[in-house]
């Protein structure tokens, strides 16, 4: 989470401070600053996510074996702001994007199915 909003300090810096930056705002909306914002913005919502998930995972008594399940898809779920940044920096394929997209969506209905299994249980 810290990389990531250090990540938004320099998306500021090139806001209102770098060589150009008339340029950089003018592309507010689309292109590289757009795609900058994204993974800033998806790097910390995720993180925020996973450490959300983590301490359910240790306060309730989920199934062991969907935790480490859960626990895992959800890091996973990091792939797409890193794969965002590797668009926009390294020019590399999209699929990182879906692949954590679909990581950090799958890990959040495993871990309500795993909240309503344990419920039942305890009824």
Request: proline share 3%; no cysteine; hydrophobic share 60%.
């Amino acid at each position: 989470m810290a990389a990531f909003m250090m990540y938004g300090f320099v998306l500021i810096i090139l806001r209102d401070f770098a060589p150009g930056k008339e340029a950089w705002i003018a592309s507010y909306t689309t292109g590289a600053h757009f795609e900058a914002r994204l993974a800033h913005v998806h790097g910390n919502l995720f993180s925020l996510i996973n450490i959300v998930l983590g301490y359910l995972l240790i306060k309730l008594p989920v199934n062991a074996k969907m935790a480490k399940w859960v626990s895992g898809l959800a890091i996973a779920g990091l792939l797409m702001p890193l794969g965002i940044l590797g668009e926009l920096y390294l020019k590399l394929p999209f699929y990182t994007v879906l692949v954590g997209g679909l990581s950090i969506f799958v890990a959040t209905v495993m871990f309500g199915v795993a909240v309503v299994q344990m419920r039942a249980e305890i009824k």
